[in-house]
Structures are given as structure tokens and as C-alpha cells.
């Protein structure tokens, strides 16, 4: 009999942002998870979300003989993960809740149902927390690092921290054959032409740009033997034909001895397969550009976040606005497209700011850029900075932390126009850059009644 399903909350179907999007990935976390826990002799399934829609898992749930469910869940998930959750309960499952989310809100939900959350990394925790809910003593628990559950007078408990696994190479690969993987190449290949599947090479980012999660890895870095990781490639490429791969490490360039040994094994095995991945600019020169160029970069994506070195200093970014020009220069002189990642009202922003970041895209002219409003993730510094001043307005199961209002910032209206100023201006920089000249007066007066319109929000009165 099934110990353990293991599920996640990202319905593709049922939101309609990430259907516009039509990226998806299969939930890598949870099938390490699996081949982990099969591996040492528990029974475990996966019910991926991904293509199914909440019904059909609330009907699993509710047929089928409950023991204990597995729910990863982020920032984004959240709401799903607690309707699940709820489901599950009321039709008798123990739950288990795990992934970047969860730690951070740990009597959040524990409230919503779950009897346990898992913190940091979850194979060796699971590995010990089954048998323990199989016997259901709160004594034996207490002994189990990493999570944290209820006791029978509700106090909230939170055992000692799990140490991580020091041999990633020990791990099995994730257990892809639980999942219908063929359907996310069919769905990547339709929407965009290429078949894309993804891999990780690393975890865990040891830098410290004060906004992003480490919920899971901390700040420590482990990586895989990189003979291993293009054995897992070339399974990859032979098992089910992608036209191109994802590589969904936090920096992929960040350790350049070990991307020499990688770009040496895929030669050697003459192994070349388009992909895209992150890097830091900071963690880019001529030989890693070439190194990635060699392999079948087609795209690196650089966490640009603003052309304001002061807003790069006070996200402890560690990287240099010139960095980041000289980096994508680097790229388009090997045909390598960029995209760019830039966050608008990073704390004290002000329109100086947004006008370098303005300069900043023009100049350096990445091929994409996507913006956000920066917004306070849970166990962040970003957020216990901004700790006195963030307004929830939904209830916590109704809402993420993207919903999350800062009080003092400029509304959503003002990101607005700093965002249309800045497309428009790029617009501009492009037309005149290929002599376009068409529509030229349009757009600079256009450009003008925005920029008026974003310097008069900034002199009105904040809320
Ligand atoms: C790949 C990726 C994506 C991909 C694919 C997601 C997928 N299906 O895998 C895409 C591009 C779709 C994506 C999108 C987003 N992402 Co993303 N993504 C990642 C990334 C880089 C790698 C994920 C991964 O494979 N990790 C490797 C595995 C091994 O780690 P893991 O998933 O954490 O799993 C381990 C543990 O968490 C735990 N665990 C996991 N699940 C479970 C379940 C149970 C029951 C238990 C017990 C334990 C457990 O055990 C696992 C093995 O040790 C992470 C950063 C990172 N390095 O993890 C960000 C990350 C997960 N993403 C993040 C964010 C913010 C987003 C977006 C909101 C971004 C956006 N602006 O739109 C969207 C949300 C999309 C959505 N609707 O869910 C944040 C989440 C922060 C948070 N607190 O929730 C992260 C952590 C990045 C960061 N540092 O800020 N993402």
C-alpha cells in the first residue's frame, strides 16, 4: 500500500498568467524526493498538478486510501497548497508541507492543516518523519531535525535544524518516470517550437542580495560531479528527445573550474544541446562567455535589478551596474541573447534611480527584460527591514507575499508609468539605433507626457 503522495499546487490550467506564459517545468523538488525515499524502500507516488485541475486531485484524495500527503509549496502556490490541504484533511490524510514557503510560515500552516512542515531540504527528513507518522507518538518526532508540527497541548514545536547532504553524486537522479515528462516537451514544443526539460547542477546560492529566499539551501553551495550531471544529460536527450534544456541552477556560471570540467565531458561525448540559464555578470568574462557559447547557450538571463549602483549597494547585490553592461556585451558578441531582470521600488528608489535604470536598459540593450515591483519575501532581510510597515489585505490563505503592501511606497499607478516610461524610451533607443524614423514625434512626445506624469506622482503625497 502507497506510504506517501507527494503533490504540488501549480494547476497551469486553471491561471491564466502562466498559460499566457506556457513554460512549464516539471516540480524538481518533490522527485528528488521520490527517488529518494523509493530508493530506501518507501512506497511513493507523485500526482503532478501540473496538467491536471484541482478536482481531479480532490477526487484522488477523497477515493483513494489516504495515508500521508506531500505538498510542496512557494510563495505563489500558496493558496492552492491550502485548499488541498484542507481537502486532504477532511478526507483523512496526515499532511506533510514542504518546500520554500512553508518554513517561513510555520504556524501559518500548521492553522491550515498541515500536521507537519518540513524545513530545508526534505530527502532525509522524510526518510525519518514517515515511519514516525506511521507510529504517530509526538515523542518520536521531537527527535526528527528539520521540521516542525503541533504537540497534543497545540504548542508549537521546532526541532533542531537538519544538516544538509554533503554528497549530492549519493542522490539518485529525480524520479522522472512518476510523472508524465513527454507532456511538458509536447506542451514547450507547441507554444514556443522547441521541446525544453529542465535540470540542476548545484544547490543552494551562497550570495546575499538582501530580497531573495534561502529558505530551503541557506547560503551554502554544493555542486554535482559534472561527469554525473552530463550523464544525466544524455539519459535526458535519449529518454525522451528535448529540443532544448533549461538549467534551473540560482548561477550556473558561478564556479568556473567546474564549467571547464563540464564543457570538457560534453565535448568529449560530443554532446551539444541548446539551453538557457542564469548567471551573475559579476561571474562572466571572455572565457566563461566562450565556455557557454561552446555548449549551446542560446540565452542567459542576468539579475540586472536596477542601473542605480546606490540600489545595487542596498540590496548587498554585490555586482557593479558596469558589470552588468560588460556582461551582456559579452554575450552579444558571441550571438548569445540576453535577458534581463529589474525590479522597480526597491526601498528608498527615488526618480534619480528610475532614470539611471532607464539609462542603464538603453545602453546596455538586453534582448528581453522583465520588471516586478519589488516585493518582501517571508525570512528575507528585505523583509524584516520593512517588517513595521508591510499591510496584508487579504487574509493570509487568500493572498502571497507578491500582495504584500508596503506602506510609504508610491502606489501601483507610479511603478506603471515608470514601467511604460522605460519600454517606451527602449522603443526609442531601438528605432533610432536601426533608423527607423517613423512615428518618431509620436513616440517622444508620448515619452514626455509619461516622464511629466511620473515626476508629478513623485511630488504627490505618498499614502
Ligand atoms: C526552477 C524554478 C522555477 C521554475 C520552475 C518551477 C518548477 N516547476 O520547478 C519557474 C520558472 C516556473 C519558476 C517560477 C517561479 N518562481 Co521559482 N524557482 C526555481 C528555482 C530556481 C529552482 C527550483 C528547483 O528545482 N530547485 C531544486 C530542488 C531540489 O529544490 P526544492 O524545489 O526547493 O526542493 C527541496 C526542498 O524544498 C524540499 N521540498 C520541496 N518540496 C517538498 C515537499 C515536501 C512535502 C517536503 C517535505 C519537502 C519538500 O525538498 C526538496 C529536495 O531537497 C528556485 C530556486 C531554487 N534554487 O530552488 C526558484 C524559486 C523556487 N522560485 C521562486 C519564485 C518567487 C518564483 C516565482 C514567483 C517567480 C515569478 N516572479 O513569477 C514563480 C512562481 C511560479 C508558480 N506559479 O509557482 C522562489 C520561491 C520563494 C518562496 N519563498 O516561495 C525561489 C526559491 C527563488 C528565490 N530564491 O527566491 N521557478
Not at 147 to 156: E, L, M, N, P
Not at 297 to 306: A, D, M, N, T, V
Request: glycine share 6%.
Amino acid at each position: 500500500m502507497r506510504q506517501l503522495l507527494l503533490t504540488h499546487g501549480y494547476f497551469l490550467n486553471e491561471d491564466p498568467k502562466e498559460l499566457q506564459i506556457m513554460k512549464p517545468y516539471p516540480p524538481l523538488g518533490i522527485l528528488y524526493l521520490c527517488s529518494h525515499l523509493q530508493k530506501k524502500g518507501f512506497r511513493v507516488d507523485v500526482f503532478d498538478s501540473t496538467f491536471a485541475t484541482s478536482q481531479e486531485l480532490f477526487g484522488v484524495l477523497q477515493t483513494e486510501h489516504p495515508s500521508v500527503l506531500g505538498i510542496y509549496a512557494n510563495l505563489m502556490t500558496r493558496k492552492k497548497v491550502v485548499e488541498i490541504a484542507r481537502v486532504a484533511k477532511d478526507a483523512g490524510w496526515k499532511i506533510v508541507v514542504g518546500g520554500p514557503e512553508p518554513g517561513a510560515y510555520i504556524n501559518e500552516y500548521l492553522s491550515a492543516g498541515a500536521d507537519v512542515v518540513v524545513i530545508g531540504e526534505g530527502e532525509l527528513t522524510m526518510e525519518e518523519l514517515l515511519p514516525a507518522l506511521e507510529h504517530g507518538r509526538d515523542s518520536s518526532l521531537e527527535q526528527i531535525p528539520g521540521i516542525a508540527f503541533k504537540d497534543r497541548q497545540g504548542q508549537v514545536r521546532v526541532t533542531m535544524p537538519r544538516p544538509q547532504i554533503t554528497n549530492l553524486d549519493g542522490q539518485p537522479w529525480p524520479a522522472r518516470e512518476a510523472i508524465d515528462i513527454s507532456r511538458y516537451v509536447e506542451t514547450w514544443r507547441k507554444a514556443h517550437g522547441l521541446g525544453s526539460l529542465s535540470f540542476i547542477t548545484a544547490r543552494g546560492c551562497p550570495y546575499k542580495c538582501q530580497w531573495c529566499s534561502h529558505q530551503v539551501f541557506g547560503h551554502t553551495h554544493r555542486r554535482r560531479d559534472p561527469h554525473k550531471v552530463v550523464d544525466e544529460v544524455e539519459w535526458l536527450c535519449a529518454q525522451y528527445q528535448p529540443d532544448m534544456f533549461w538549467i534551473a541552477d540560482d548561477v550556473f556560471t558561478i564556479h568556473h573550474g567546474w564549467l571547464r570540467k563540464y564543457a570538457a565531458e560534453m565535448r568529449r561525448r560530443g554532446l551539444r544541446i541548446p539551453f538557457e540559464c542564469i548567471s551573475r555578470s559579476d561571474r562572466l568574462n571572455n572565457e566563461v562567455a566562450d565556455l557557454l557559447a561552446e555548449l549551446g547557450c542560446f540565452r542567459l538571463w542576468i539579475g540586472s535589478e536596477s542601473g542605480s549602483q546606490r540600489v545595487l549597494d542596498r540590496m548587498e547585490r554585490g555586482v557593479t551596474v558596469e558589470e552588468v553592461h560588460a556582461g551582456v556585451a559579452l554575450c552579444k558578441e558571441r550571438s548569445i541573447q540576453t535577458g534581463m531582470f529589474l525590479m522597480w521600488g526597491y526601498e528608498d528608489e527615488d526618480l534619480a534611480d528610475i532614470e539611471a535604470t532607464i539609462a542603464h536598459v538603453k545602453r546596455t540593450d538586453p534582448d528581453v527584460f522583465f520588471t516586478t515591483v519589488a516585493y518582501p519575501i517571508k525570512g528575507t532581510p528585505y523583509y524584516e527591514r520593512a517588517a513595521n510597515s508591510l499591510v496584508q489585505l487579504k487574509p493570509w490563505q487568500e493572498s502571497s507575499d507578491r500582495e504584500i503592501v508596503i506602506r510609504g511606497r508610491r502606489p501601483p499607478e507610479f511603478y506603471k508609468c515608470a514601467d511604460l516610461l522605460l519600454r517606451e524610451e527602449v522603443r526609442l533607443a531601438r528605432m533610432q539605433r536601426d533608423r527607423e524614423s517613423a512615428n518618431e514625434t509620436e513616440l517622444l512626445n508620448r515619452i514626455a507626457t509619461l516622464r511629466e506624469s511620473l515626476y508629478e506622482m513623485a511630488n504627490g503625497a505618498c499614502p
